[in-house]
């Protein structure tokens, strides 16, 4: 993502998504830790150190691009989360994540890894921004991770409506839960064809949550569309 993403957020729909959501939860935030002082914040600073050409693989991989692949790197990462609960039936969550990277002591750069609107309404989720999604069938720590998003890459700007969290279809008895949604992303890094999009929906299915073994399922459809 480019380091220079609000000034060259006019360049592209899914940077003028991002640059907007920074600009709410800029000043959301200040006005909610100003109001009920119940935002979380956190500071991060990792480094590496390697005698190979690369930083071993384990290392930085499913970590959403943060940590370099150079032998030797340094990370310094920042972030604000909050949620505000407007009512049992209405919850808002939002953060804004940035970082800088210095590696092998010559390359430096910066960008926003996160910036995201979240609102949960019953059962159902509309998103904004780029968040680092765990939408996976299978553990992402006992995986290498999905096919179709890899976590080894930073999160896409874009817009996600849906049902998030598994929900329990009635008369079931919670035996039978589902989720599903549908995406529309924007790419912002290494765009080779200009004005390219994703377009991502999903359906999953799980099957008997009292049960000792639980069976999960679903079908995810990704297409990269436009240009």
């Known amino acids: 993502m480019n380091p220079d993403l609000l000034r060259s957020a006019h360049t592209s729909p899914g940077k003028r998504l991002l640059a907007t959501c920074i600009i709410t939860l800029v000043a959301f935030s200040f006005v909610h830790a100003v109001s009920t002082d119940s935002l979380i914040y956190r500071v ?9 050409i690369f930083a071993p693989f384990w290392l930085h991989n499913q970590q959403f691009g943060t940590i370099s692949e150079q032998a030797f790197s340094t990370t310094l990462r920042a972030s604000v989360d909050g949620t505000t609960v407007l009512s049992p039936q209405l ?4 953060g804004i994540d940035a970082l800088c990277i210095a590696s092998n002591g010559r390359t430096f750069t910066g960008w926003i890894q996160q910036a995201y609107l979240h609102t949960h309404w019953l059962i159902f989720d509309l998103k904004l921004g ?19 998003f890899s976590p080894g890459a930073r999160p896409m700007p874009g817009i996600t409506a849906g049902i998030e969290q598994f929900t329990s279809v009635p008369f079931t008895h919670d035996q039978v839960k589902f989720r599903g949604g549908i995406t529309h992303a924007w790419f912002t890094d290494e765009v080779y064809v200009s004005d390219i999009w994703l377009h991502h929906k999903y359906f999953h299915l799980r099957l008997g949550d ?7 399922l679903g079908l995810d459809h990704m297409a990269q569309w436009g240009g």
């Open 44 to 52: 991060e600073q990792t480094t590496t150190a390697s005698d190979g």
């Open 91 to 94: 919850k808002l969550k939002y």
């Open 130 to 148: 780029a968040q680092e999604n765990q939408l996976l069938l299978t553990d992402r720590n006992l995986s290498s991770g999905a096919f179709l």
């Open 210 to 216: 009292r049960l000792p073994v639980r069976l999960q």
